[in-house]
């Protein structure tokens, strides 16, 4: 198979601050390839590096066959970047922007229409409405627009969707399907739990190290242990009595729930639930509702973080 990032020890610290701490990975051609941490956890450093946009200290990256020092010039043609932040012109119109950009690179609008098509189509009615009052969504379009209008062979997303409503975020993630069912390569970086299972495999990056890389679904199964949705009133009270009891491994609050692991990994679920609300019931929170769930990546994430630290 044809590997298109090849990423080898890549170290880069900013004074006393290591945001690359030894990142080893490779991405396959044509793959939907997805980084998830936290902000701080080197996402953007890497996403620069790989972008050819800033020098690492020590290690290796290779993009298309191209080292991203030494072959910095012949590799810029190839690669189309989407920083997080919109960085395109907002006094210029969606068209003028557009039309910059394909000149940078020696081609027009009229010439790659086809390539953008399925994506600027949605925005071409306001091509002559000024970048900076568009909507979050629109913005991410156009800028997704301008990466691509130079037809490049491989796309490298930071945190494209930060920000953007949900059906924009949906919208957008439809659209790098329909990329990467094209034959494009394409590497993202999102804080969005639900955005990282549309990936084909994703990374787990946090204070600079890759925890584990693995497809979405197989991640949740290496979590080893029974995992149950805990809810009830006074949610800080009731985090309190979970941690309190004699086979914790952990208590985080999920959303509306708080996420219980059990120590005994070889427990059966089901039992675990009825003790749980006896226990439960016995602190006083009788009206606990106590179901066994799946892990899903943020769980996993949770517990690789806990066991680093």
Known sequence: MKTDVVVRDLVRTFDDT??????????????LFGFIGPD??????????????????????????????????ALRRRVGYMPGRFSLYPDLSVLENLSFFASVFGTTVARQYDRIAPIYRQIEPFAARRAGALSGG?????????????????????????????VSRREFWDMLQGLRDDGLTIVVSTPYMDEADRCDRVALLDG??????????????????????????????????????????????????????????????EALAVELRDALAAAG??????????????DVFMALMGAAA
């Open 18 to 31: 290591t945001a690359l701490a030894g990142v080893s990975f490779e991405v396959a051609a044509g793959e």
């Open 208 to 269: 600079g190290r890759i925890l584990r890389i693995d497809a979405p679904a197989a991640l949740g199964r290496t979590y080893g242990r029974p995992l149950l949705a805990v809810r009830g009133g006074d949610r800080y009270r009731l985090l309190k009595a979970l941690r309190e009891l004699p086979h914790t491994a952990s208590v985080y609050p999920f959303g509306a729930s708080l996420h219980y692991t059990d120590a005994r990994a070889d427990a059966a679920p």
């Open 40 to 73: 701080g956890a080197g996402k953007t450093t890497l996403f620069r590096i790989l972008a050819t946009l800033m020098a690492p200290d020590r290690g290796s990256a290779e993009v298309l066959g191209y080292d991203v020092v030494d072959d910095m010039w």
């Open 285 to 298: 929170f009788a009206d606990a509702d106590v179901r066994p769930i799946e892990p899903d990546i943020e």
């Open 138 to 166: 629109m913005k991410q379009k156009l800028a997704l627009s301008c990466a691509l209008v130079h037809e490049p062979e491989i796309l490298f997303l930071d945190e494209p969707t930060t920000g953007v409503d949900a």
